[in-house]
């Protein structure tokens, strides 16, 4: 938190970016809302469901383009702009007559080309990050902007909720439009200071490999630190074996509703929710400042353990205990992905910078639904008891693969990252 109260430059940038999340989710809430009204809603709500998830696993081509573009500040107020226009496109055809289906598909792929926008964007927010807070305060930039982002989410989707009582779905497209309006606008009044006091780094030095030599350059730079590729997979798998549990622990409620159900059904989902949510954005928020100095092998290991206890503990079946032990882990989770994220800025080249964290990004974006859709298929074909043994028996393996790796990073006397 305090590079955002002292950096007043990042700290427009990330009130930019949270104005255009906070304005998405909005919109968001508002289409599977009104797709939920369809006849056939259950197909309409996948294709949503599609066009939300495929952009993100383009992060490592919209990270190749964004480190191939020079003008990274231009770029990222016109992406916004972009995304104003569209939005406030789709919030005309909401007053327009057509047809329900014919509305919601439009609004699918206006969404889908807004989002594909909207990774390329993500792709020029960690250079510029870097440029304004320096490598070392990167971490700590990183973890509170992503925790920030937890609590927006929260909330705006409990806001989206009330929003719709008294707002209809063509002004909260508009309202969402406006907040890419705004951003855009942040952003290019950031880079426009950052010219006039000479501190704008628009580096000509950019990557002009093509995309394969770029990814085996970022290999081999990831390569050569002692650890860094191993702990990346690692950093995925804690990540999917968290996102399966998640999936898992509905499965137990119905089984032990006595003692897995505090109130209702629906109501304990999202309970669960906000619990993990809440630790995501303490560990993201305070968990770079508090352990600063702590290595990420050591948060590893201790998110790998909290793993292994928290799905112990979903056999007692008692959502009272299994909730503060989701929640430590979720808050230990987040910070080693931050603790990696700090890692990867300070061992790759910068001109492939935005390549390297769009892979990363996309390897623990495929993690999670990869390891859920197996655990609950196993759960599915037997029952949760047996997946879950099984996810405990994964996470002992990843544990071992943790704590070799630990050892061996001792020996190569890798620097504590910090």
């Given at each position: 938190m305090n590079v955002f109260l002292k950096n007043k430059s990042y700290r427009r940038f990330s009130i930019a970016s949270f104005l255009s999340g906070t304005g998405d989710i909005l919109f968001y809430m508002a289409l599977m809302t009104y797709a939920s009204k369809l006849e056939n809603y259950s197909l309409a709500l996948s294709l949503?469901?599609?066009?939300?998830?495929?952009?993100?696993?383009?992060g490592v081509f919209s990270g190749y383009l964004a480190d191939r573009t020079r003008k990274k500040f231009k770029n990222i107020f016109l992406m916004a702009l972009i995304r104003f226009i569209l939005y406030s496109l789709v919030g005309i055809l909401f007053t327009s007559k057509l047809s329900d289906w014919t509305?919601?598909?439009?609004?699918?792929?206006?969404?889908?080309?807004?989002?594909?926008?909207?990774?390329?964007a993500g792709g020029l927010v960690v250079p510029l990050i870097v440029n304004l807070v320096g490598e070392e305060d990167f971490g700590e930039a990183e973890g509170f902007t992503s925790g920030v982002s937890q609590v927006i989410g929260i909330s705006a989707q409990f806001l989206g909720s009330g929003l719709l009582l008294?707002?209809?779905y063509s002004n909260l497209a508009f309202l969402n439009a406006f907040t890419f309006l705004f951003a855009g606008l942040l952003y290019a009044s950031i880079g426009r200071k950052q010219k006039d006091d000479?501190?704008?780094?628009?580096?000509?030095?950019?990557?002009?490999?093509?995309?394969?030599?770029?990814?085996?350059?970022?290999?081999?730079?990831?390569?050569?630190?002692?650890?860094?590729l191993t702990i990346v997979l690692v950093v995925a798998l804690i990540n999917g074996a968290l996102?399966?549990?998640?999936?898992?622990?509905?499965?137990?409620?119905?089984?032990?509703?006595?003692?897995?159900?505090?109130?209702?059904?629906?109501?304990?989902?999202?309970?669960?929710?906000i619990v993990v949510s809440s630790g995501f954005a303490l560990g993201s928020i305070c968990g770079p400042q508090l352990f600063k100095k702590t290595t990420i092998f050591s948060i590893v290991?201790?998110?790998?353990?909290l793993?292994?206890?928290?799905?112990?503990i979903a056999f007692i079946a008692n959502i009272y205990i299994i909730l503060p032990a989701y929640f430590i882990l979720a808050a230990t989770a987040s910070l080693a992905s931050i603790k990696l994220s700090q890692w990867l800025v300070m061992a790759v080249n910068q001109k492939i910078l935005a390549s390297s964290m769009g892979l990363l990004n996309t390897i623990l974006t495929v993690m999670a639904p990869t390891m859920t859709t197996i655990f609950t298929t196993i759960s599915g074909?037997?029952?949760?008891?047996?997946?879950?043994?099984?996810?405990?028996?994964?996470?002992?393996?990843?544990?071992?693969?943790?704590i070799k790796l630990n050892v061996t990073a001792r020996k190569a006397t890798t620097p504590t990252l910090e």
């Open positions: 949503i469901a599609i066009s939300e998830s495929l952009p993100k696993l383009l509305l919601v598909l439009i609004v699918i792929v206006i969404n889908l080309i807004s989002d594909t926008f909207g990774s390329y008294f707002m209809s000479n501190q704008l780094i628009e580096s000509p030095d950019i990557n002009r490999e093509k995309f394969l030599t770029t990814l085996i350059s970022s290999y081999n730079q990831v390569k050569k630190q002692p650890g860094l996102s399966a549990l998640q999936s898992l622990i509905p499965i137990v409620m119905v089984a032990y509703k006595k003692t897995m159900i505090i109130s209702n059904y629906s109501f304990t989902i999202a309970i669960i929710g290991i201790t998110a790998i353990i793993s292994i206890a928290t799905t112990i074909s037997t029952n949760f008891i047996v997946s879950m043994s099984i996810l405990v028996i994964v996470e002992v393996i990843i544990l071992f693969i943790a």
